[in-house]
């Protein structure tokens, strides 16, 4: 398959994706949802989930597959709709989102039938999971990989650094981290709440394959998840927008968990159709 | 596993936490996808043979709690049996809501043990105690608790912590020359407790390190016309409350004693098991009280707070005479 047919199949995904996210958003209702940094990766999830994480409804049930965290648990709405495009449940499941019983709540929840590996929601803990796994898959020989997504927010616990120190120290070539950088976090921007410096560089003293691209380009995140890096782990800083995709979302950080109104649900389904 | 007198006298000698490094060797042996991680305390927890020895087996992930927990899970996640140990604060509290969140609410199987519990270090002062953490684990959904009686029991409960599917945290007191429990091998079971001494009139549970004192404790009763069972008390979670209750009811005096906060823990649990008991029996509780108190040597503190074999019997004498 050509390069271009590749790029091509993850576009289309992420129209998919796009539409299930805003649908999902609509269907929580009341309840809202976090709609901005579910937004701000879906492209890098796009491109993880057509290229480089091999799961499937069929293959999920064995350890040794590939493996994906969402540490910033709370853009789950992007995770589930990849798992219904991906065949683990149904399209009409997403309408059960946040509701009594379902099993798709505000923050993912381990459920080895339907793909979810991890239950996340509470900052910081993701890493350090991906560490262990990314160990696991190396004493086992094996080739699969773990990616793990870290909102810049997140960053701010310390947990993160305990991680982040401890992957190059276990030379982790086949553990990648992508920081969607959006610039912002829950109650305002990141450079107000808690600075995170040059973190590309940060990241890099620590031993890593820093890397910073363009979180949109989807050519250039296939690019760096294809490189191979030598013993090193990956992190890809990824400059993303907080609600792209939607003209009233974007970089607008009221969207971060909000109610989808319906004049607001209907001003999207256009300008995903005009796409 | 199979205890011999040589072996219990030897781990009796080294302590618990030596005791748990040395049975690692022997779990490597029967356990193919062992793990031991621990936070920069290899030798503190008695694993620096281990860690020679079974290198791949082996994981120091740096003095970083929040991430032994994580890293602990992602192994578990990929087919590893996973011990963790460091010293009991820093073990259940720096991490607990890693804990709570791996092992409780994904059920991840990762076998913590705690080691140097209750006032042990009481020399280094509160940093490096832990009187709180029967109370927290037993407050995550799921978790198995368990605080063996002597060092025995440890190598018994680290053998069949390996087999169990759930997490569980495994609770080390005591020191160096731990006082002997069980002189010769028996069957250990995770929640089952089991009855040292009967007697009728009144029933003492203990755990951990107060095992053997509670014993000591109901033979000086039993010079004063008190007939006390002791029950060791191995599994503080989940808690056999049948067998509880059986021996709680119509007794002159039920006492628990424990090297922990009176908050929490055993008090609390057997409590918690007799609350709807109809023929209830009083309770004593026999623990370290709700407070940061004075540091100090171990048998001092225990001694101080009548957690020891004279201390459990007049304060149980005192109790019967109100
Ligand atoms: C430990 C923890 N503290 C606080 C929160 C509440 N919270 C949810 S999202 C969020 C902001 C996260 O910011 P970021 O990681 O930048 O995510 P994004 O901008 O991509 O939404 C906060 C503080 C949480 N979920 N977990
Ligand atoms: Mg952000």
């Not at chain 1, 293959?59 to 995770?79: E, M, P, Q, T």
């Not at chain 1, 973190?199 to 820093?210: C, N, Q, R």
């Not at chain 2, 082996?58 to 087919?79: H, K, P, R």
Request: hydrophobic share 40%; glycine share 8%.
């Amino acid at each position: 398959m050509s390069t271009d047919t590749k790029i091509n199949n993850i576009k289309s995904l992420k129209k998919k994706l796009l539409k299930n996210v805003v649908d999902t958003a609509y269907y929580a209702g009341a309840s809202s949802a976090h709609i901005g940094g579910a937004l701000s990766c879906i492209d890098i999830v796009s491109t993880l989930f057509t290229e480089f994480i091999k799961i499937n409804p069929e293959n999920f049930s064995k350890k040794d597959r590939d493996y994906f965290i969402l540490s910033k648990g709370h853009a789950c709405l992007v995770y589930y709709a990849v798992l219904a495009e991906l065949g683990f449940f149904s399209r009409d499941d997403l309408k059960s989102f946040e509701k009594t019983d379902s099993f798709l709540l505000g923050h993912p929840i381990l459920n080895e039938k339907y793909g979810i590996d991890f239950s996340t929601g509470s900052l910081g803990m993701g890493l350090s999971i991906g560490i262990g796994l990314a160990i696991s898959l190396k004493k086992k020989k094996s080739e699969n990989k773990v990616y793990v997504i870290i909102g810049d927010g997140e960053c701010n616990e310390g947990s993160i650094w305990e991680g982040m120190m401890s992957a190059p120290h276990f030379n982790l070539d086949n553990l990648t981290i992508i920081i969607d950088k959006n610039n912002l976090q829950q109650t305002g921007k990141n450079e107000d709440i808690m600075s995170l410096g040059d973190l590309k560089s940060k990241i890099s003293s620590f031993g890593w394959d820093a890397h910073s691209i363009d979180g949109h380009n989807i050519k250039d995140l296939y690019d760096i998840f294809s490189q191979k890096t030598d013993s090193k782990p990956k992190a890809i800083v990824a400059n993303t927008i907080k609600g792209k995709g939607l003209s009233f979302a974007e970089n607008n950080n009221k969207f971060h968990h909000t109610v989808l109104t319906k004049a607001l649900y209907e001003k999207a389904l256009k300008e995903i159709e005009s796409k | 596993m199979k205890l011999d007198k040589s072996k219990i006298k030897l781990f009796s000698t080294i302590g618990s936490r030596a005791t748990f490094g040395m049975v690692c060797l022997d779990l490597a042996k029967e356990i193919d996808n062992l793990m031991v991680l621990t936070s920069d305390v290899s030798t503190s927890a008695g694993l620096d043979r281990f860690k020679l020895k079974y290198p791949d087996k082996y994981l120091d992930v740096g003095i970083a709690e929040q991430n032994l927990i994580g890293v602990a899970t992602g192994l578990s996640s990929g087919g590893h049996n996973v011990f963790t140990t460091t010293f009991a604060p820093f073990q259940t509290m720096r991490c607990f809501e890693q804990i709570k969140v791996n092992l409780g609410y994904m059920k991840k199987k990762v076998t913590m043990v705690g080691i140097a519990s209750g006032v042990a270090l009481g020399t280094l002062g509160f940093t490096h105690c832990a009187i709180e953490d029967l109370s927290l684990m037993r407050s995550i959904p799921g978790m198995t608790v368990i605080s063996p009686a002597d060092c025995g029991e440890v190598a018994k409960s680290v053998f069949a912590a390996a087999k169990h599917k759930g997490p569980i945290y495994i609770r080390l007191t005591g020191v160096a020359n731990n006082p002997i429990v069980y002189n010769d091998d028996y069957k250990f079971e995770i929640g089952k407790p089991i009855k040292l001494e009967e007697g009728n009139d009144i029933t003492i549970f203990a755990t951990g390190s107060m095992v053997s004192r509670a014993v000591d404790a109901s033979k000086i009763l039993s010079k004063q016309n008190i007939k006390a069972s002791v029950i060791n008390v191995h599994t503080i979670k989940p808690l056999d409350i049948n067998f509880v209750n059986k021996n709680s009811e119509n007794r002159k005096l039920i006492v628990t004693v424990e090297e922990h906060s009176v908050i929490g823990g055993l008090a609390s649990a057997i409590s918690e098991a007799n609350s709807q008991l109809i023929n209830k029996s009083k309770q004593l509780s026999i623990s370290l009280p709700d407070k940061y108190f004075q540091g100090g040597e171990y048998l001092d503190l225990l001694n101080k707070y009548n957690l020891n074999s004279e201390g459990i019997a007049t304060t149980i004498t005192k109790n019967l005479a109100i």
